[in-house]
DNA sequence: CTGTTAGCGCCTTCAA
DNA sequence: TTGAAGGCGCTAACAG
């Protein structure tokens, strides 16, 4: 495999490989000529910067490195695309790892990633103990949080970007109010999930200061598949269903309750209505067309890096700090006035 | 940031950066001693290797980086997932990139992970033009290709890692012939997707000799969404089905037909049997049940790093040839007897 | 078993 | 405008 460096370039053209080092760098100093020739003969030979070389020596990578708990669901998949895009175009580029923070071999991942001298790390989670993973890591690398947001929890504050949880369940509160609902669901709360737990509170509140009835059907599992929806409305609908309408925790959930729903030949939205949270692209399709809060994806991760960005600018001012993207009705086809 | 060196460890310790150095990469010639004394340290102190340098001095780094056309595509989500946990397994981590083959700006990516010298790429595409790229590319950085199968295409024969699609496309005309089937359409068939033509080919070459009549129904957009596979199925729902099963190019496409399916009120396997290929996790969802052919992605995975790894110790063996997988049928529900 | 000496490829003063 | 020299942190002979 070919390898040709500077000093190879620099022999070439008869100068010396600061003198390259200089021209590549678009330093003023270099005139025209000397600089001209050498471009030339860089793109003759293929000369390719080694970014392990540069790195080193500025003691920096062009690497920002995302830990998420897993591809499958699409709502992380749609936000690393978005990710991707914003860092190249800010001259960054990803490396995307798998690893939740309840992973027990979690730590050497950190460790593998700050070997590597990544510029950064943005951590999607939205486990209780993310916050303090982050902690005993946050001095040795740049880390933001993607997917926490709590108040509540000030003492674990973090650098963090994420949606805001809060409004969205208010949201989502009027809203089937405004639609005459009275009896609501919440469908799929998760313990083990800030988000969730934060979505459901402010659902919650909304609805009962309205003097909505809302009934809590919790996820005791893991993590938020369709799968897991399908089976809490399944389980509901055999129940017997008592209220109008249903908000899930997401909507992965959400597209369980419209499997589950199908069999129980309950119509959406004539019998029930559902909301869901996160738009993932599969909400929008003709079939589907759920009705759910957006929360602005790409907004979020442009978000997300540039805050990563101005703190590597700044590493002083690398402390806690929250940054809200406030989410978005999107009107679609599974709510119904009552 | 803190940044402990091998240096700082080997002042600490007493003796030279070498010896520190061979502690680390567990050489034998060091004195148990002094080993103890040295990792005491490297804990106390959270020393943490400089992957750069140790990449840059060893001329080898150990990131392996795959280029796939998104992630929206279960499919590859689920495979990057795969090839992590393998890759991990054996010393390597995997550094996600999008990439068409067809970008206008493809080449830029190959450049970038070359200047990062990046251990070796793993190309997912099922692209005509994939072969020729990495051509282009493979004397500079070792290259397999995962997702391309073609015999007749020798002249283009790079290394690759591939799911067999010619035995995939004969399995499921057998099946459905076997089950009683003797009018089938093949749906969404791409004419940019090399795997799409092969399956296709396949299929339909098996499907005449037993005897079926097999009607083409091309998707001419340039991916395979469920969505594609929505619109399709709706279409030759309209005109009119004569046929008694569908075998869809993919599983995306598969799902889509289901949708359609039920706005239509056709009943999956009473009215229409319907098979798909990939296995992707939806699949197996209780309401899903999809019949059809899978990949055994992990099979897959390890086989693709596996043939890059044999390279990467003989490079001079880094030529073109074959690796195929055989898919394996997997009944569920949505296949019928006749 | 251990220390010394050279790089790996690049960037960055400091002089000239 | 250019070159020489030193260093980023680590590995790898080569002597002892």
Known sequence: MSTVTIK?????????????????????????????????????????????????????????SCILPGLDNPLFAEMVLKLEQYARQRGYHIMVCHGRVEDPDISQLFDFLIGHRVAGI?????????????QRYMNRVPIVLQGIYD????????????????V???????????????RVVYLGMRQSSVSHSLRCESF??????????????PNE????????????????????LQETAIF?????????VMAAAKEFHISIPRDVSLMGFDNISYAAYPQIRLTTLDPCKKELMEGTVEYLLERLDAPERFGPGIRLIRPVLLERSTCGRV
């Open 122 to 134: 943005i951590l999607f989670s939205s486990s209780r103990q993310a916050p303090e993973l982050i």
């Open 168 to 182: 969205g369940g208010r949201i989502a509160a009027e809203y089937l109010y405004g639609l005459g609902h009275r």
């Open 151 to 166: 108040v509540a929890a000030a003492p674990a504050a973090v650098p963090a970007v994420t949606t805001d949880n809060l």
């Open 248 to 256: 899930a925790s997401c909507d992965s959930i959400a597209l369980g």
């Open 8 to 64: 190879d370039i620099a022999r070439l053209a008869g100068v010396s490989h600061s003198t390259v080092s200089r021209t590549l760098n678009g330093s003023p100093n270099v005139s025209e000529e000397t600089r001209r020739k050498i471009l030339a003969l860089c793109h003759q030979y293929g000369y390719q910067v080694n970014q392990l070389a540069r790195s080193l020596s500025a003691g920096r990578s062009d690497i920002i």
């Open 204 to 217: 919650t509140d909304t609805a009962r200061q309205l003097g909505m009835a809302v009934r809590l059907m």
């Open 221 to 240: 599992t893991l993590s938020s598949t369709i799968d897991v929806g399908y089976h809490l409305a399944k389980q509901i609908f055999l129940d017997g």
